[in-house]
């Protein structure tokens, strides 16, 4: 009925991911993501206004995008290009790139460019 053949390797393992991430790391991440969230609260309950309150907060929001763009996506594992970081760079560039359009917009309304 169906001539889609499966490869013994997949049908063994059930995929072909040679390292897999340790059920410890996934804890390891959810207390590193705990903690930034916790300081990501206090920091936006400190009363700082502008660029004080922004940037740190933009700051710890990259870093908590990489790790689970990283890890909980796979994208670290993938592609031993630049030493199997490769996706994760390029979310984060592309990132990068999302938020330096939205403040460029920003900016041109606000001081009106």
């Known amino acids: ?7 013994p390797a997949i049908e063994q ?7 897999h991430v340790a ?6 991440v959810f ?3 705990a903690v930034l969230t916790a300081i990501e609260i ?8 502008g660029l004080a309150l922004i940037l740190p907060l933009v700051f710890m929001m990259v870093v908590k995008f990489l ?11 993938d592609l031993k290009f630049v030493n199997g970081k490769f996706f994760a760079m390029m979310f ?3 990132l990068v ?9 920003t900016a041109t309304f606000e001081f009106q460019i």
Do not use: R
Not at 1 to 7: E, F
Not at 67 to 77: D, K, P, W
Not at 97 to 105: P, R
């Open 1 to 7: 009925m169906s001539d889609i053949t499966i490869d």
């Open 13 to 19: 393992h059930g995929d072909l991911h040679e390292e």
């Open 23 to 28: 059920e410890k790391s996934y804890w390891i």
């Open 31 to 33: 207390v590193i993501l």
């Open 42 to 49: 206090f920091w936006s309950y400190s009363g700082l206004e």
């Open 67 to 77: 790790i689970v763009a990283g890890v909980f996506m796979h994208l670290y594992f």
């Open 92 to 94: 984060g560039f592309g």
């Open 97 to 105: 790139v999302a938020i330096a359009v939205f403040a460029g917009v």
